[in-house]
């Protein structure tokens, strides 16, 4: 591909197909995805990446965009288009004394709890620490402390971003407001984020965290045991259920991640712990940024990758049987699992209108996810998934967390819902009327 005139506005590297880090520069974290983009722009600077869209529009190119490549569907990679890496715009950087966070739009959750921990504070991130600021807050960001503290978006402050015209905007409650509303939760619609800024919390960086074990056949239960931490605990608890296949044979497990005094979490979780004897209990005081890590080799790049989820209001204990007899039917090739995280806290307090992210209302977030290496499995992994969360929908509330949406080309109303479809197309007008940013779960203008 030619590149002249871009290298006169465009500081950043140029990676073309026959270089030699083209393969690494065009891979993504789920192993499904093998793409081959025309050519790869890893920008430096704001101006750069206003240069590389203005390139991708010009040629008229699919563009891109890439932060930390964790996009399950493989949105972050394309076939003969551009994409626009963001791994050379890297870094956080915190105001302790306003509590404020700056970070850059290619940076990793790593960085940031990091930056965040040594001023004593946190942002509520998720739980790989490899994934990518951008993806995970523009969707809306689950993890450990979202009962406590709220989803990533919660404690968004502002963005800045380059629009699809090239232009460099500010959006926060205060200035373009409306975009600011549609980029928490549909932000990957609307331009390429070049910096975040993030209220910080006051956190000590220790949590209690484990795993309680038991057998299958006390899943009903255990079950009942986990609606209970659940309705009666703190916001500090963040309770998890999961069922999996471990030895050959299916297991029912509870964690947590208690972000109170170590004595708080010994008396909120003295049930948990008791409730036995249990098969293993891994529940112990640790650091808050060990802990950060904990998933990082299990969610390692190159493994094959597919996940359904779903909101539910209750949890009862036949759907979740349900859920696992299909667990009994998966595929030997698949580490498969059904999980099933907390909702409610800081998150229910939040108005379901105030962001264009849906599932504020849900007691719960249940998801079906695969992980296998073999090729030859994808069909049997990916339909194990369907038909667990088929079991699901009759259950379900309306929305769907839009960073599980697996599927490239889902409906964008079955994600948002009418009220908010309708008032994210009219932004998609405004902001990308061409629909230059549509590799997403596209909001069509």
């Known amino acids: 591909m030619a590149v002249r005139g871009l290298t006169e506005t465009f500081a950043g590297e140029v990676v073309l197909p026959g270089d030699a ?45 890439k932060s930390g490549g964790h996009s399950i569907p493989g949105h972050s990679t394309c076939d003969d288009g551009i994409v626009i890496d963001l791994s050379r715009m890297r870094g956080a950087a915190v105001d ?87 980029v928490r939760g549909a932000g990957a619609n609307f331009g390429i984020v070049t910096a975040f800024e993030f209220a910080l919390q006051p956190y000590d960086g220790v949590i209690t965290h484990g795993v309680v074990t038991h057998p299958i056949e006390r899943l009903e239960e255990v079950v009942g045991l986990f609606v209970e931490l659940v309705e009666s605990g703190p916001d500090e608890l963040m309770p998890t259920l999961a069922v999996a296949r471990a030895n050959g044979r299916p297991e029912v497990s509870i964690s947590v991640s208690h972000s ?40 390692e790049w190159g493994h094959r990758f597919y996940m359904k989820s779903a909101y539910l209001a209750d949890l009862p204990a036949a759907l979740v049987a349900a859920c696992a007899d299909v667990l009994s039917r998966a595929p030997a090739e698949g580490d498969c699992a059904i999980s099933v995280w907390a909702w409610g806290g800081a998150i229910a307090r939040v108005a379901e209108p105030d962001t264009a992210y849906t ?45 599980d949406v697996a599927e490239a080309g889902t409906d964008s109303r079955s994600v948002y819902g009418d009220a908010k479809h309708e008032r994210l197309v009219a932004l998609k007008r405004a902001w990308d009327p061409d629909n230059v940013f549509r590799l997403n779960q596209n909001i069509q203008p």
């Open 21 to 65: 880090g083209y393969d690494a520069a065009r891979a993504v974290w789920n192993g499904m995805v093998d793409r081959r983009p025309a050519i790869v722009l890893r920008p430096t600077s704001t101006g750069d990446v206003a240069a590389a869209v203005r390139f991708g529009r010009e040629r008229e190119l699919p563009i891109a965009v």
């Open 96 to 182: 302790g004394e306003r509590r404020v966070a700056r970070v850059n739009g290619g940076a990793l959750l790593a960085e940031l709890d990091d930056t965040a921990q040594a001023a004593g504070l946190v942002c509520p991130v998720g739980v790989v620490s490899h994934t990518g600021v951008a993806g995970l807050t523009l969707g809306g960001g689950m993890g450990r402390l979202q009962r406590r503290f709220g989803l990533t978006i919660d404690n968004l402050r502002a963005v800045e971003l380059v629009t699809a015209d090239g232009r460099f905007v500010r959006a926060s409650e205060d200035e373009n407001a409306d975009l600011f509303w549609g």
């Open 260 to 299: 109170g005094s170590p004595e708080q979490a010994q008396r909120d979780l003295a049930e948990l712990r008791t409730f036995g004897p249990p098969l293993a209990d891994s529940i112990e005081v640790k650091p808050y940024l060990a802990v950060q890590h904990q998933a990082d080799e299990d969610m």
């Open 359 to 403: 599932g504020r209302e849900a007691a719960y977030w249940i998801s079906a996810e695969s992980q296998w290496d073999d090729p030859a499995a994808d069909a049997a992994c990916r339909a194990w998934g369907r038909d667990t969360i088929a079991e699901v929908l009759p259950h379900a509330l309306a929305g769907r967390y839009v960073n």
